[in-house]
């Protein structure tokens, strides 16, 4: 029991976590399940993208915005409208005098002031319906939106935590290595610095793009937020001048609605990039859920193929399972050599000791399967003192109390014995790094539980915003018919109809 097979098992280990973080990740080759995007590219002069979902090529970023070309298309349009409008009355303007100035839509549009009354309060509710739709919507898909990226940053937060833990448990094993094994103590070290580096990594990685995520969901958030309500106060600021029937006001706050419904169009192509671009970022969820290693996020994660991570996992497991069992081979050994049977060797205190690993081939981790009556490796120091000789004691003392081992030989079983429990009290965390299993766990809790309620969000978003720019138009339209209805006219503060004078007058000019 004095040499144990401490440096076999200590290499093991060394080879283990150098593999798991070497810098050349296994990667899936190109998946063949997962889902082909084909859509016009506009960095391609619209030539189709034929490819997966990857957050890493601009191409797919462009294909993907380009889906929200009928917003940006007809923001276009209205805004070149607008000004073309704008010219023209203008120009109308600057070479006709107001009083000859009514045209043929001026007049027959007496006929229509309450039908054109009862139209703008329609559009007017409309519009403000759909705005209260776009806040709530907003609301709702920040919310969620920020509880899908909180669940990724959490899933970060806990694989650093992971690798501190197998960086403090690896220097341990480094510090009780080096009065016996140098060479391992030295290359334990070289493995802990690299876990340091890639645990800085992850948390620099984590930290710079948790504050991007928190731009990119603020953005829009106030975006939507500041047009909605300028909207909300446009609508009620047009209905009093409606009633007030201010002209020169009621032709600021059409331009300003012009202007406004240009950026509900802007809006409305940019949710519905959104919404596409949550439909692809779920589909890729479920495919890794279920395919991990052939998937296109494999270029972005640090998983392992399952082959090489069973391999992994079944090294420790054997290397674990042959120290222990030569452990409790020892014990039978000393046991038969001092003359004791079974019984009375455990009346002074020693035991087999728990292998929480299976046999061969599997080598699978099952603390739980252990004998009632075996010890945990951890109790191994305090029955090695029992049998320890110290150099303060003599050594027909020792002899005589049953005390066989030197203290040399004492700390050296101690430190391997130390080194292989280090290991099991981490090896719950190796086994979820090497498996991905953390990753795993969110994309699938993602999948499962957020994916269905964070596409219904954005979708709703992008169906209010566009009931809201539609209703605008409209609602723009009719505000230019009123303009014309009242212009040269009197009305009576809340009249819907104009005096009767100066609708006579009116006429009277057109006449002749």
């Known amino acids: 029991m004095s040499k144990p097979n401490g ?11 150098s593999s798991i973080f070497s810098p050349k990740l296994v990667f899936g080759s190109v998946p063949v399940h997962e889902r082909i995007i084909k859509r016009p590219d506009p960095l391609r002069h619209l030539k189709h993208y034929n490819d997966v979902f990857n957050v890493t090529n601009k191409h797919y970023w462009a294909s993907t915005a380009f889906t929200g070309i009928h917003g940006y298309a007809m923001a276009g349009v209205w805004t070149l409208c607008g000004v073309y409008l704008g010219i023209f009355m203008i120009f109308k303007n600057s070479i006709t005098s107001n009083e000859s100035s009514s045209s043929w839509l001026t007049v027959h549009s007496d006929r229509y002031f309450l039908l054109l009354f009862i139209l703008f309060l329609l559009l007017t509710l409309f519009a403000i319906i759909a705005a209260s739709f ?84 603020q953005v829009p958030y106030i975006a939507h937020l500041g047009i909605a309500s300028v909207n909300l106060l446009l609508l009620v600021a047009a209905l009093v001048l409606f009633l007030l029937h201010w002209h020169p006001g009621l032709i600021f706050i059409i331009v300003l609605c012009w202007i406004l419904t240009a950026l509900c169009w802007v809006l409305t192509g940019f949710d519905f990039f959104l919404h596409i671009f949550a439909e692809d970022t779920c589909s890729t969820f479920e495919d890794f859920v279920q395919e991990p290693y052939n998937n296109s996020l494999s270029s972005l994660l640090p998983c392992m193929s399952s082959r090489k991570s069973e391999k992994i996992l079944t090294e420790i497991g054997s290397t674990i399972h ?91 079983a101690l430190a391997y014995s130390y080194t292989v429990e280090s290991m099991l009290d981490v090896y719950p965390d190796l086994q979820s790094l090497t498996e991905c299993t953390m990753v795993k766990n969110t994309f699938s809790e993602i999948s499962l539980n957020q994916c269905k309620p964070f596409r219904a969000s954005l979708l709703w978003q992008w169906a209010s915003m566009l009931s809201l720019s539609i209703s605008m138009v409209f609602l723009v339209f009719t505000l230019i018919l009123k303009a014309y209805q009242q212009k040269g006219r009197s009305f009576s503060i809340c009249s819907i109809f104009p005096n009767r004078s100066n609708s006579v007058n009116v006429e009277n000019q057109n006449v002749d």
């Open 134 to 217: 776009v806040i709530a919507a907003n609301q709702i898909s920040q919310h969620r939106t920020k509880k899908l990226k909180n669940t990724l940053v959490k899933a970060g937060h806990e694989v650093t935590q992971s690798i501190r833990r197998l960086i403090t448990a690896m220097t341990r094993m480094q510090y009780l290595l080096l009065p016996y094994d140098k060479e391992t103590s030295s290359r334990l070290n070289v493995t802990t610095h690299r876990l340091g580096r890639e645990s800085r990594m992850i948390r620099n990685f984590v930290r710079n793009h948790e504050h991007s995520l928190d731009v990119a969901i």
């Open 322 to 412: 042959d120290f222990i069992g030569k452990l409790n081979s020892k014990i039978t050994e000393v046991c038969t050599t001092m003359g004791l049977s079974e019984e009375n060797f455990e009346m002074l205190g020693f035991k087999l000791i728990c292998d929480p690993f299976s046999g061969a081939p599997e080598f699978n981790y099952e603390p739980g399967d252990c004998a009632k009556d075996a010890i945990p490796i951890g109790k191994i120091p305090d029955i090695i003192s029992k049998f320890t000789c110290y150099k303060q004691n003599s050594t027909e003392a020792c002899l005589e109390n049953g005390k066989f081992l030197t203290e040399d030989a004492s700390n050296k």
């Open 7 to 17: 440096p076999l098992v200590s290499f093991v280990f060394l080879l283990v976590f």
